[in-house]
């Protein structure tokens, strides 16, 4: 085999691997912010149990409900966790989180949710 070739077929080997792991650390990083601030009002299961929604009047989204959230695109779920509930036409129980984490952090999160509902987006990807 010519060198230029094995040079080629190591870096995309590794090109692979490299984004793989950055794939996986994403929704690492989601799960570990979303059972910090998320779970408390949407469970720890992400499905809505959370033991403070119990409190609240309008019920903590199901995240694990697959047909509701392959409705909403990453970038609406996106502008709802940016901005919050009072400014995206839902319940202001909703807190908006632009003052406590960072965009990629909310992107994380979004991965992690995608995990939770077993589900995508269907329109606008991450981007
Ligand atoms: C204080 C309780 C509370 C906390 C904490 C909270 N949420 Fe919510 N969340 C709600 C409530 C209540 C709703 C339902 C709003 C509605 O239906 O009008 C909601 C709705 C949502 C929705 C909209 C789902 C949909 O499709 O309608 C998303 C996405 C969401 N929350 C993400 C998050 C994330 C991510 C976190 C953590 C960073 C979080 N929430 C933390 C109470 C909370």
């Known amino acids: 085999m010519q060198k230029g070739v094995l040079f080629f077929l190591i870096l995309f080997f590794i090109f692979i691997i490299?984004?793989?792991?950055?794939q996986r650390g994403n929704q690492e990083n989601g799960r570990r912010l979303y059972q910090s601030f998320c779970t408390q009002c949407h469970g720890i299961k992400g499905d809505g149990s959370g033991?403070?929604?119990?409190?609240?009047?309008t019920r903590p989204a199901d995240h694990t409900n697959k047909e509701a959230m392959s409705k909403r695109t990453?970038?609406?779920?996106?502008?709802?966790?940016?901005?919050?509930?009072?400014?995206?036409?839902?319940?202001?129980?909703?807190?908006?989180?632009?003052?406590?984490?960072?965009?990629?952090?909310?992107?994380?999160?979004?991965?992690?949710?995608?995990?939770?509902?077993?589900?995508?987006?269907?329109?606008?990807?991450?981007?």
Not at 51 to 57: C, N, P, V
Not at 81 to 106: C, F, H, Q
Request: charged share 30%; proline share 2%.
């Open 18 to 22: 490299a984004a793989d792991a950055a």
């Open 51 to 57: 033991r403070k929604g119990d409190a609240l009047d």
């Open 74 to 127: 990453d970038a609406e779920l996106y502008g709802i966790i940016w901005y919050g509930g009072k400014n995206t036409s839902l319940s202001e129980l909703m807190p908006s989180w632009r003052n406590a984490l960072k965009e990629d952090d909310v992107w994380d999160i979004i991965s992690y949710i995608r995990i939770l509902c077993n589900c995508n987006g269907g329109g606008a990807e991450k981007k």
